[in-house]
């Protein structure tokens, strides 16, 4: 992977933000309760990570911030903007400030590299650009050199189901950066992949983190990761918080805690590059 | 923030674009036949435009409003064109399940499967109506005619879907009963039918929802049913009895097509859920 | 059973129940008081004899007569891939508002839907009847029943397989701020491509099979040729006539199936 410098590489990102839930409630209209009463604070700069078993409510709560996922009663804020209750132009018009990259990669396999990275600037061009199809030479740009900056240039061309899937996941980085965002969400990035290209995967998403400022927020459900690429680490287990300090003095004990149970092998990536 | 060096400037190796040459001259081709075939056609093109306004006038005349007076009429010919589908579909289904297996990859061996292969092609481009006229002479001019010209004429698709569901199931059942030592009779029993029967069974309802309209079809050329009530008012030009009929027939069909899709989405989330891959 | 096993689930009344119900419907079906179709089996013991004979005078064709086949059936051809290309560029924004990821707005996809079911729910041949009592005799009736019958087809089809794919792509676009018609334009569309591809070769094909018809009652095609000798009794001709469809129809069946593999 290519480390770009930071004058000629990525553009200087816009200020980033932080993310603030105030006794977020979300119960879904079959029933179920996935987040109770969460309040937190994330400033503006942070990487943190989430972690805690698949059904805790981490999906639930990485996407009441950017509005996938209405909150049923409680605030979201993110930077000055109130995301509960936006709709419509505004809430699109928040998303394009906000990044995200996801399990399944979410690219549209048979489109080209170039145009999944376009993706990323629907918020930000006009529809006519988008619906001829011919993006604005400021566009093209940011899509090139966020491509060039995870390292995925010369696959520019590549339709995004032919490549494998740590590439898949650069790509989505790459589309998510492409938005200029103030915010970085990852909703378990690295779950997919094997442990070499996972390490790889969340070097690249602490690299963006300390080469431009940019508040990252990471859901995982591995340990090892959570305490070795990020500074503060957020147990959730049924909807609730159990945990919230640094990453680094988190211990085992911490983590059975948030489980439920007791550390097993698979709880662990295994070894880094 | 903005950027404004071009690539070039910048350094930035691009990657060729994959030519496009190809795809280009197709479009160039099948466009330029699009022109030409309209062009050769027999169309007076600058009558077209008067052409919204006549069916503007005709439906007026049919729909406004239409005449329900033979509508008694109208339903028993309509029941004659569904029990012409329905049995039609059952006759179909009936030959077409055992011929289609026998012409799947996964079944038979190529002596059987070609030449079966080669029947469904020729009953597919036969149209319905020669098969009709041939069956006329032996059970004449009646429904029950019409019947077996749909149940023989629906057996070139439904063998081709036949077989090509067959042969889309999945290896990894089939494997399974060969390596315990089972024989083509009992992959086929064991594996490939359980595989197969929610897709067979949504393709019979939809040979069902095809038929209910050939069954007009055939009607209009003489097989009875709702067809040759239309056939017969649109001649004399009753054009408020007409619009009566459209009705009947466009509301029984959908019904009808309602009825057999929310089965056949039944069978496909029964499937779906058992894991078995498509299903139409 | 042995001990400990769980019950056998009882499913078999379901099975039962749908068992009765086909039975009843068929039986329905046979009467002919009520407009069922009377079954005659014993006249087809007695004259299978005329229809193989019938099958044996098809099966000689008069090659003499190939001359006179080859206008009308251009015309066929013609109608079927302008109406065909007619149909696909009309079909690609129906679909998209037709299928639920694609237009989440349920009030226009069930209009679009309904009009697509009535449109789909009058028969080829019907339409052609009356286009052709209402415009006149020619190619245009042809084009215009084809041209609907595609469309009925394609958006029906296209929009269920829309459905019932993933559309995991979708998420990443609305997160990004995307409107649902960028996100159509951009993703949805050229990932449906190959579903579109599909049902457009499928409906070329139909279309030359159906067009063939179409000219019995008037609507352009081989169909009137076909009629006309089927009227004066010229087997030996009709025979001709079917075996030119059957090649046609096995040549694009071929083509399309070449393109098929090819597009996906």
């Known amino acids: 992977m290519n480390a770009a410098t930071p004058d000629a590489g990525v553009a200087t990102a816009p200020a980033s933000w932080p993310i603030r839930l105030e006794h977020v409630t979300v119960t879904y209209p079959n029933g179920t309760t996935a987040l109770r009463d969460v309040s937190l604070e994330i400033a503006a700069g942070e990487m943190v990570s989430i972690v805690g078993l698949s059904g805790s409510g981490k999906s639930t709560l990485i996407r009441t911030i950017n509005g996938l996922v209405p909150a049923t009663s409680g605030t979201v804020t993110v930077g000055p903007h109130t995301v509960t209750g936006l709709r419509g132009r505004r809430l699109r018009r928040l998303r394009g400030h906000i990044g995200m990259i996801f399990q399944g990669f979410n690219l549209a396999e048979r489109v080209d590299v170039y145009r999944n990275v376009l993706v990323g600037r629907f918020a930000h061009s006009p529809t006519i650009r988008t619906l001829t199809g011919i993006p604005t030479a400021h566009d093209r740009e940011l899509a090139l050199r966020t491509l060039d900056s995870v390292g995925m240039l010369d696959k520019l061309w590549a339709r995004a189901g032919a490549l494998s899937g740590g590439q898949k996941q650069r790509v989505a980085i790459a589309r998510a950066l492409a938005q200029e965002p103030s915010v970085m969400l990852a909703d378990e990035p690295v779950a997919s992949l094997d442990p070499p290209t996972a390490h790889a995967v969340m070097h690249e998403l602490e690299r963006i983190n300390a080469e431009q400022g940019l508040t990252v927020l990471v859901n995982l459900h591995l340990m090892d990761l959570a305490r070795q690429y990020t500074t503060r680490m957020i147990g959730i287990r049924a909807g609730e918080i159990v945990h919230d300090g640094p990453a680094n003095e988190a211990t085992d004990a911490d983590f059975e805690r948030i489980y439920g149970r007791s550390i097993q092998p698979h709880d662990r990536l295994g070894t880094a590059t | ?280 | 059973m042995p001990q400990g096993a769980p019950p056998r689930p009882r499913t078999w009344w379901r099975t039962s129940l749908i068992v009765l119900a086909v039975a009843a419907f068929t039986v329905a079906t046979c009467i002919p008081a009520i407009g069922g179709v009377e079954l005659d089996f014993a006249a087809i013991a007695k004259n299978w004899r005329f229809g193989a004979e019938k099958i044996g005078q098809l099966m000689q064709p008069d090659w003499t007569f190939l001359p006179r086949t080859i206008e009308p059936m251009l015309e066929t051809l013609q109608m079927a891939l302008v109406s065909a290309v007619a149909a696909a560029i009309v079909s690609i924004p129906l679909t998209l508002w037709a299928a639920r990821p694609t237009n989440p707005n349920g009030v226009t996809r069930r209009l679009v839907r309904g009009v697509i079911n009535v449109i789909r729910a009058v028969p080829d041949l019907v339409y052609a009847t009356v286009l052709v009592a209402v415009i006149g005799v020619g190619a245009l009736p042809g084009l215009f029943t084809l041209f609907l019958f595609n469309l009925g087809i394609v958006v029906k089809l296209v929009s269920e397989a829309i459905d019932s794919a993933d559309h995991a792509y979708l998420e990443a676009g609305r997160a990004a701020g995307g409107t649902q018609t960028q996100l159509n334009r951009l993703t949805a569309l050229p990932q449906s491509m190959p579903l579109y591809a599909n049902q457009w070769l499928y409906a070329l094909e139909l279309n030359v099979r159906v067009s063939a018809i179409l000219g019995i009652v008037g609507a352009g095609g081989i169909g009137r040729l076909l009629d006309e000798r089927r009227g004066f009794y010229a087997y030996d001709d009709v025979g001709l006539i079917i075996l030119e469809i059957l090649v046609v129809v096995i040549v694009i069946e071929v083509a399309s199936n070449l393109l098929r593999r090819r597009l996906v």
Not at chain 2, 115 to 130: C, H, K, N, S, T
Not at chain 2, 136 to 159: D, M, N, W
Request: glycine letters at 10%; a positive charge.
């Open chain 2, 1 to 280: 923030m903005t950027l404004r060096l071009t690539a070039r400037e910048a350094g930035l190796e691009l990657p060729r674009h994959p030519s496009r040459v190809g795809p280009t001259i197709a479009t160039v081709v099948v466009g330029a036949l699009v022109v030409l075939s309209a062009a050769d056609l027999d169309i007076d093109w600058a009558e077209l435009g008067a052409i919204p306004g006549e069916l503007a006038r005709y439906a007026g005349l049919m729909f406004a409003p239409p005449s329900w007076e033979k509508l008694p009429r109208a339903l028993f010919e309509m029941w004659r064109s569904i029990s012409m589908a329905w049995l039609g579909a059952m006759l179909c289904v009936v030959l077409s399940i055992p011929l289609g297996m026998l012409a799947a990859r996964n079944v038979a061996p190529a002596w059987i499967r070609l030449p079966l292969r080669g029947l469904f092609a020729v009953i597919r481009a036969v149209p319905e109506v020669i098969i009709a006229l041939v069956l006329l002479t032996v059970t004449g001019l009646t429904p029950f005619t019409g019947a077996l010209a749909l149940g023989i004429a629906g057996i070139g698709t439904q063998g081709k879907w036949v077989y090509e569901t067959i042969e889309s199931a999945h290896e990894g059942s089939a494997e399974a009963v060969r390596a315990a030592g089972g024989g083509i009779a009992e992959v086929t029993r064991w594996a490939l039918w359980p595989a197969s029967a929610p897709a067979l069974m949504s393709f019979a309802l939809y040979r069902f929802e095809i038929n209910i309209r050939t069954s007009a079809v055939l009607g209009l050329v003489g097989a009875g049913g709702i067809g040759s009530m239309l056939s017969n008012y649109t001649n004399f030009r009753q054009w408020d009895t007409v619009g009566m009929l459209l009705i009947v027939v466009v509301v029984i069909t959908m019904i009808i097509d309602a009825i057999s899709g929310a089965l056949r989405r039944r069978i496909r989330e029964g499937a779906k859920a058992r894991g078995l891959g498509r299903t139409p």
